[in-house]
RNA sequence: GCCCUGGUAGUGUAGCGGCCUAUCAUGAAGCCCUGUCGAGGCUUCGACUCGGAUUCGAAUUCCGACCAGGGCGCCA
């Protein structure tokens, strides 16, 4: 007999039924005489029940009881039985299902599992095995039930994201796995090819390249669910394989691709919460950004602002603010309340946060508050007291409350200071949870200057159409970025669809003509016949997935990650290959295993 | 490449120079139990990542390796 429901379905509709039941032992409960089995798939748990007592007539009790004690933890089992009312007062209110349970009237063990390494029964928080373990046996670990839900939510977020897309007209196209190696950006993983000894393929970074193609290939919509690879080391929220929803849209300026990501993300946010999100999403440029949060993509569900201090402290006879002013420097502060904050930062923290500061590039804080109606601090001593009292004011500081000084060159303060107000946010609980704000981050500059070598890069990458001319002392590009709660979702830009202005774009960043004639050649040339205005926005699937679920890391979100060192501790890639296979390939490995013994046995002699 | 944190029964933990033939919970095995739901009761089983060093004595201190996680660099 097939299975006639889920472990999840059954109600109290369903009192009489006959029903099978195929799933796997969660928890099961021997009373000596009646026994309870927590019966469990993807769609929920089910309790059926083996009551020697209330058995139909002719059926073997003694069988029965048999199969069933063969039945441990986690087993692949099926039961028949009858649905029934609970016994009143023993319901479970917790569970969809705890109206009813299951009779058994028949059972069978399809498959015994092995004792399983750890519980995977839903527990209280903090009980779970640390995370090797969870990825050695990652099919078990995503019988849990929470991870199952991150599977379904992903599922039907990509869903949702395709239909809306669907709906207004884009194409889903596949672009290429097996494709050229790029010197700029990421590093490549690559693929030799058997046919072309010596030459390889590499996995994309992302469609980039194909999807404006596509545009040039007059396809006006595009999107893909795609795969990408990056060789780099691993964070929390970055995997060597990644998923981005990656689109491109023809005839286009900046504001249609952020009013076609708002209603796609409103139409997903209604199929998942039915609730209207807020939009359009509020933008901030990337200078503000900077000046205000220390961060292009900051968190703004908090306060804690910076204000610019550099011209109130210009004449300060301070020597470390008068070294950073005369650098180019800034001076920057933040007021810490004294009711959210400036009550609970003692001397301790002060320090503690000065060592942190250190640690993310800053020369240090200054710390000052105001205590008798007067700014307080070691430093006090190097101010006028009108320089003082115009702190004061430009801080809008009150008693009680705390402010840090940050000083240094533009970029490396600002950023250092972000990390700053991000900890002291974090230490102090000031980060709501189950808030999410959308915002656009951008008025982007196009390159980045290297301080030290004054080399030209691209700020988000070439592609990007600039917005002025490139000789001007700032370009700016017409670029920008989705964040949510302090992360980058992802980056859209217009693109730059004149092969003459790609090449001075190309050249500006250092690539002479040959490199770009190897590198880009097929795809300037591919400019050239017609490209249409266009531009696009690759949104990272797993970062939104995870920080909805209010995940820690999007490993919680993947089913099967590599581990902080690019490795998979379920199938243990990477591995090496036999002799054979590299032979085929022309390959030799210089890594570990060639043998230098003669090379040390001459060195000997 | 670098910095930080951690590694104790199957799992999660306590212990942090001698009170350690190492705590507690969970689990597993066995027994008891007819309404539980992470059932309960009783009994039993099971561990200091590895290699050096210090010391009369090391799970505990030091050094190194390995493993896991967080971060810097990197990620146009």
């Given at each position: 007999m097939r299975r006639t429901n889920t472990c999840g379905e059954l109600r109290s509709s369903d009192l009489g039924k006959e029903v099978c039941l195929q799933g796997w032992v969660r928890f099961s409960r021997d009373h000596g005489g009646v026994a309870f089995i927590d019966l469990a798939d993807r769609y929920g748990i089910t309790q059926v029940v083996f009551d020697p007592e209330d058995l139909p007539e002719g059926t073997d009790a003694g069988r029965l009881d048999a199969a069933i004690k063969t039945f441990t933890r986690e087993s692949c089992v099926q039961i028949n039985g009858v649905v029934r009312k609970r016994v009143e007062g023993t319901e479970d209110a917790r569970n969809p299902t705890g109206e009813v349970e299951v009779l058994i009237t028949d059972a069978e063990l399809l498959n015994k599992s092995a004792l399983p390494p750890f519980e995977l029964g839903d527990q209280k928080e903090g009980v779970l095995p640390d995370e090797d373990i969870r990825m050695r046996y990652r099919y078990l670990d995503l019988r849990r039930t929470d991870m199952v839900q991150s599977?379904?939510?992903?599922?039907?977020?990509?869903h949702l994201a395709r239909q809306y897309l669907e709906q207004n007209g884009f194409l889903e196209i596949e672009t290429p796995m097996l494709g050229r190696s790029t010197p700029e950006g990421a590093r490549d993983y690559i693929v030799p090819s058997r046919v072309h000894p010596g030459t390889f393929y590499a996995l994309p970074q992302s469609p980039q390249l194909f999807k404006q193609?596509?545009?040039?290939?007059?396809?006006?919509?595009?999107?893909?669910v795609a795969r990408c690879f990056r060789?780099?080391?691993?964070?929390?929220?970055?995997?060597p394989e990644f998923t981005q929803l990656d689109m491109e849209m023809s005839f286009v300026d900046m504001k249609d691709i952020q009013d076609m990501i708002e209603g796609m993300m409103s139409y997903v946010w209604k199929g998942l919460y039915n609730e209207e999100l807020k939009t359009p999403f509020p933008h901030i440029a990337y200078r503000d950004a900077m000046e205000r949060f220390g961060s292009d993509k900051p968190d703004m569900r908090y306060g804690l602002e910076f204000v610019k201090l550099t011209d109130v402290v210009r004449d300060a006879p301070y020597k470390i603010f008068q070294n950073v002013i005369a650098e180019g420097g800034i001076v920057a502060g933040m007021n810490l309340k004294k009711d959210i904050a400036g009550d609970r930062i003692g001397r301790n923290d002060r320090d503690r946060y000065i060592h942190y500061a250190k640690k993310v590039g800053l020369g240090g804080l200054t710390w000052m508050w105001v205590e008798n109606g007067k700014l307080e601090s070691n430093i006090t001593k190097y101010f006028t007291p009108e320089i003082l009292e115009n702190i004061k004011t430009t801080m809008n500081a009150e008693e009680g409350d705390v402010l840090f000084l940050i000083a240094g060159p533009w970029k490396a303060t600002?950023?250092?200071?972000?990390?700053v107000r991000k900890k002291i946010a974090e230490d102090l609980g000031l980060i709501p949870e189950n808030e999410f704000q959308f915002f656009w981050m951008d008025e982007c500059p196009m390159f980045e200057i290297d301080p030290v070598s004054g080399k030209y890069d691209s700020f988000h990458h070439p592609f990007v159409l600039p917005q002025n001319d490139l000789d001007d002392d700032y370009v700016g590009g017409a670029c920008f970025d989705l964040c949510l709660n302090g992360n980058e979702l992802g980056s859209g830009s217009l693109r730059i669809h004149n092969a003459d202005l790609q090449r001075a774009v190309f050249h500006k960043l250092g690539l002479d003509d040959e490199r770009?004639?190897?590198?880009?050649?097929?795809?300037?040339?591919?400019?050239?016949?017609?490209?249409?205005?266009?531009?696009?926005?690759?949104?990272?699937?797993d970062r939104l997935c995870a920080i909805l679920l209010?995940?820690?890391?999007?490993?919680?979100?993947?089913?099967?990650?590599?581990?902080?060192?690019?490795?998979?501790?379920?199938?243990?890639?990477?591995?090496?290959?036999?002799?054979?296979?590299?032979?085929?390939?022309?390959?030799?490995?210089l890594a570990g295993d060639i043998d230098f013994s003669d090379v040390e046995d001459l060195s000997e002699e």
């Open positions: 599977m379904v939510f992903r599922s039907k977020l990509v193609m596509l545009m040039v290939a007059s396809m006006d919509r595009y999107y893909q060789d780099e080391d691993s964070r929390k929220d970055r995997q600002y950023e250092g200071g972000g990390f770009i004639e190897e590198n880009f050649g097929f795809f300037v040339e591919a400019l050239s016949y017609g490209a249409p205005p266009h531009g696009g926005i690759a949104i990272g699937v209010n995940k820690d890391t999007i490993r919680e979100v993947i089913a099967f990650p590599k581990n902080k060192r690019a490795v998979s501790l379920l199938d243990g890639s990477p591995e090496k290959v036999s002799d054979e296979k590299l032979e085929e390939l022309q390959i030799i490995s």
